[in-house]
């Protein structure tokens, strides 16, 4: 119960409360019309996106203890896991659009 | 100056997630929103790694290992997402969805050992021990991120092993209740941990672990390979929440609403996906799909009656005289590396003044959008690329149509057998053109595993072998008509 409690009462939990829930109808605006051309290289965008989990990653590796080495070891593989999300996801999407373009370009 | 930067970038981070998503959405500017995105993500990261305090001020450590986990992550993603084929796109995409999901597991992972290890000793002295004093609210923003985090990992793994054929579909009879009670207990252990902190919380906490991996793979493996795109899309939207618990646990804006967006986007994504293909979300997710199949392929091997096969030949003076030429294709053109052939044999028929037109079926190929991307690779223009209503429209005026390793896309069963598993997906109506000419390896039915009932229809012809190889000999027989 305290939970529930908690996600009201607390100013900051409330802040993130209303940002996830304003994110959702965001989400929803932003993407209700897409040409089905575009599914794949936007779901390939969104998964980049995620990437951003790599941020935690990085907090937590380094608040890490130096003599901590199992920490230390999770740390560092959380941080290269969440790096070839993002670099990964990017690098894929550019080369998936790149086509659109290189075929936009010979067209006229 | 520090307590502004560190926030304004988070800020920035976030609008331009919000900016990209929009670009993306475009055909013109997408290739900018991609980089919009990278740039604000780069900018994320750069401010918490040089900016970023805890409560008491500390700045955060370990500089060597952090740049020795971005540049190792960055060399190898690189690589691997230039090497990809373009064939094998799908797949990438799954795979670095599972990454992120498998880096958000280890985040709360790592957190709850920091929660219940390091001040032992101070709570002991008033009596209590260390699990009782993590609050609920963070307690349980470890935990479902977790879960979520392992599942997204675990299922995107499988569907990755299943997209590119290492690992073959798996049921077994009450499997979905299986993996109801799975998810049942999942939640019970994680809201008696947080509820009663019993002794065993940590043992308990690693069973809850291992539960969601398992879960994760349960989860995929019944699910039929034509549903996967649904699937990656649906994990994809997972990753993104895990992302945003997070955010909730280190109260960092850019992760929650970048997670938050993309959970809320992909479900939209994964929404669409389904209406494309005239199927509930539920249906998906208790893969009826599998059921059905067999039901299907059951009732489709009575008598079919005879299919008639085309010679190369014949096929290539058909189309040659031809007024307007139809291409459907499907999976078997990007497993047979067929697209630029494909593009080869459209130019030879143009010459001959034949107009040429792809009719894409919304999820012809794994993915959608899968055939775009392909024939886009192959320089194809953009205006040949008709969408399904569109090629319905043209069908009527057509000479031939030629299918191109797609099957269930093309089979009238979704509109005349109500006990098809496909029954009520809209297909590309080819039987309202005059010829059908179709290629495949063999007669086996498709990916979905149902027979097709258009390949014994009078209209049809077969024209059996490799799409690449059919299509280069068709080429040089046409350049001799």
Redesign the interface.
Known sequence: MDFITNLFSDPATYRLLTIVILSIFLGIEVISRVPSVLHTPLMSGANAIHGVVIIGAIIVMGQAHSDDYLALILGFLSVVLGTLNVVGGFVVTDRMLEMFDKKKKKAP | MTQVILPLSYLI?SVT??I???M????DS??K???V??VG?TI??LA??FL?T?ENGN?????A??F???I???I???L???K?Q?TA??E??SL??G??G???M??S???F??HTS?PADLYEEAGASALKMI???LF?TIIVGMVIGSVSFAGSIIAWGKLNGKIKDFSFNGQHIMNLLLLGIITALTVYV?AMRPEATIMLFYVILALSLVYGVMFVFPIGGADMPVV??LL??F??V???F????????????????????????TI??CK?MNRSLKNVLIGSFGGGAKAGAGGGSKEQGNYKEISLNDTAVLMAYASKVMIIPGYGLAVAQAQHVCHELEKVLQDKGVEVFYG?H?VAGR????M??LL??A?????K?L?MEDANDQMGSTTVVMVLGANDVVNPAAKEDPSSPIYGMPILEVEKAEHVIVNKRSMKPGYAGIENELFFRPKTSMLFGDAKKVLQDLVSELKQV
Not at chain 2, 24 to 27: M, R, T
Not at chain 2, 367 to 370: A, E, L, Q, S
């Open positions: 981070g997630f919000i990209g998503l929009k993306l959405s475009h055909p997408a290739r929103g991609n980089l995105a990278a993500m994320a990261i918490t790694i970023y805890d700045k955060l450590g370990n500089y290992w952090i020795g986990g971005l190792i992550g960055s190898v993603g690189t691997a997402a230039k990809v373009m796109m799908p990438m995409v670095f969805n990454m992120g498998a880096c958000a280890l985040i992972i790592i957190e050992k920091h390091i609050p609920g609210t349980i947080v990656i899309s994809n939207s990753t993104g895990a992302a945003a997070g955010g909730f646990l280190y109260n960092n804006p850019v992760m929650l609403t970048g997670g938050i967006l993309v959970g809320s986007a992909g479900t939209i994504l669409l996906m494309a894409i919304p993915m959608p959008g899968h775009n991307v886009a690779e320089d194809v223009p953009y205006e690329l969408e």
